[in-house]
């Protein structure tokens, strides 16, 4: 007695099926390119949080970078209590950083148009001395804003930083309302346009 074989599937079935699995295999890789976009440059879209629902920040440097690193003078001690009334721009980098670099040259057009204007930025540097074979920090530092005119102080946190003990991707953007309240962030390289509404946004609430 024969044991009957199944089967196969007929050829408009084999098409509908290589059809079907090739739309799921089209749509995991569009929403994958799209979330890798989205780290490497941060979308300008999304709305402002909500003003009820923002909460007040808390960033305070007390380790700040030498004052020859950066061409703005740095405070001994920048807390964003002391910047009441602006609107606050706080980027997290590194030098090593490529996304970090890709977005160097929005945030020097950004300054430009907007500091006159009351909005407040700063820069942190995640550098470390072990990240540059030998050459220090703040030596690597001073050579990066040579080369890139960098005109935004930039701040080291000090060695017992809490930023040292968490796991933090960069670059990443933290935008503050005019009452210290994180009103947007970002995580990627930043959209320049997308972030000049925001500002433009923000320095319009009361």
């Given at each position: 007695?024969?044991t009957?074989?199944?089967?196969s599937?007929?050829?408009?079935?084999?098409?509908?099926l290589?059809?079907g699995?090739a739309?799921?295999?089209?749509?995991v890789?569009?929403?994958g390119a799209?979330l890798v976009?989205?780290?490497?440059?941060?979308?300008?879209?999304e709305p402002?949080?909500?003003?009820?629902?923002?909460?007040?920040?808390?960033?305070?440097?007390?380790?700040l970078?030498?004052?020859?690193?950066?061409?703005?003078?740095?405070?001994?001690?920048?807390?964003?209590?002391?910047?009441?009334?602006?609107v606050?721009?706080?980027?997290?980098?590194?030098?090593?950083?490529?996304?970090?670099?890709?977005?160097?040259?929005a945030?020097?057009?950004?300054?430009?148009?907007?500091?006159?204007?009351?909005?407040?930025?700063?820069a942190?540097?995640?550098?470390?001395?072990?990240?540059?074979?030998?050459?220090?920090?703040?030596?690597?530092?001073?050579?990066?804003?040579?080369n890139e005119?960098?005109?935004?102080?930039?701040?080291?946190?000090?060695?017992?930083?809490?930023?040292?003990r968490?796991?933090m991707?960069?670059p990443?953007?933290?935008?503050?309302?005019?009452h210290?309240?994180?009103?947007?962030?970002?995580?990627?390289?930043?959209?320049?346009?997308?972030m000049?509404?925001?500002?433009?946004?923000?320095?319009?609430?009361?």
């Open positions: 007695m024969k009957q074989q199944p089967s599937p007929s050829t408009p079935a084999r098409t509908a290589g059809l699995l739309f799921i295999v089209g749509c890789a569009f929403f799209y976009a989205g780290y490497f440059r941060g979308d300008g879209n402002l949080i909500p003003i009820e629902k923002r909460v007040a920040g808390n960033i305070a440097m007390p380790v970078a030498a004052a020859d690193v950066t061409p703005p003078a740095t405070p001994a001690d920048w807390k964003l209590s002391d910047q009441a009334g602006k606050v721009v706080v980027n997290y980098f590194a030098t090593w950083c490529n996304p970090c670099m890709v977005e160097v040259p945030y020097k057009e950004l300054e430009k148009e907007f500091a006159p204007r009351g909005v407040a930025f700063v942190i540097s995640l550098d470390q001395d072990s990240d540059h074979e030998g050459t220090s920090r703040e030596k690597t530092l001073r050579e990066f804003v040579k005119h960098f005109p935004i102080p930039i701040l080291i946190p000090g060695p017992d930083a809490p930023i040292w968490v796991s991707s960069i990443q953007t933290f935008v503050y309302d005019k210290g309240r994180i009103a947007r962030s970002l995580m990627g390289s930043i959209d320049g346009r997308g000049k509404q925001t500002l433009e946004d923000l320095l319009k609430e009361q």
